[in-house]
């Protein structure tokens, strides 16, 4: 079966300027994270979503990162005034539900290149 | 504080050797465990996971991990290495009481031919 898809793959913006990223889960499943990796680090969590509402969004660095999943399924990661500090892999992942033991599966990521 | 270390940046290894990558953790409470791989532009795949129960974890690939609570560790491991086995490794953790993965800074393990 299909895996996460994540659009675009890259992503090159100017300092200043709104993107949008977007994720599609597999399908069936009810939880959706999106983490941030930077060059030579492993990712970080930013937000987490059970169905429709963020469960836990602590990893949001500041308040020009946003994310909504209107309907339960596609996400979308949204970043105001973009910076150069920016700059990263943006990964999206998803899991059948909110178990614990439920493995997260990743999407091929976003590359973000902020100029 | 949860975090998990991969105190080697690189691990080099020639075909069919053994191979370990080295993984540790500090987390309050059970600790649940994954590894993950990352080859060149692409996503991280899913290799295996510590829940509970016994502590040699098979996996994905030919890949095993073993969980040892005395010294906190869940190192991977493989028998005999491949050259596709050339990757980037991250070991995570959850917390016990939440649901977002803890990474590591990844090993990056080089199998000579």
């Known amino acids: 079966g299909a895996g996460v898809s994540q659009t675009p793959s890259n992503k090159v913006t100017e300092k200043g300027k709104y993107v949008e990223l977007r994720c599609d889960p597999i399908?069936?499943?009810?939880?959706l994270y999106w983490y941030r990796q930077s060059l030579g680090q492993g990712p970080e969590f930013l937000i987490y979503?059970?169905?429709?509402?963020?469960?836990?969004d602590s990893g949001l660095p500041n308040d020009r990162f946003f994310a909504v999943r209107p309907e339960g399924s596609v996400s979308t990661l949204k970043i105001q005034r973009t910076e150069r500090g920016d700059s990263a892999v943006y990964l999206c992942?998803?899991?059948?539900?909110?178990?614990?033991?439920?493995?997260?599966?990743f999407g091929p990521g976003t590359r973000l290149t902020v100029l | 504080a949860q975090s998990v270390a991969q105190p080697e940046d690189q691990v080099n290894v020639a075909e069919g050797n053994p191979l370990t990558v080295k993984c540790t953790y500090s987390?309050?409470?059970?600790?649940?465990l994954f590894w993950y791989v990352q080859y060149p532009n692409r996503g991280l795949q899913f290799l295996l996971k510590?829940?509970?129960?016994?502590?040699l974890v098979k996996g994905s690939y030919g890949f095993e991990a073993e969980f040892n609570k005395s010294q906190t560790s869940f190192h991977l491991k493989k028998p005999s290495a491949l050259v596709s086995d050339s990757a980037l490794y991250f070991c995570?953790?959850?917390?016990?009481?939440?649901?977002?993965?803890?990474f590591g800074t990844g090993t990056r393990l080089a199998v000579r031919p």
């Open positions: 399908s069936g499943h009810t939880a």
């Open positions: 987390v309050s409470g059970n600790p649940y």
């Open positions: 510590y829940i509970t129960g016994d502590n």
């Open positions: 979503f059970q169905g429709t509402g963020a469960a836990d």
């Open positions: 992942a998803s899991s059948r539900g909110s178990g614990r033991t439920d493995t997260q599966y």
């Open positions: 995570a953790v959850l917390k016990s009481s939440g649901d977002k993965l803890t």
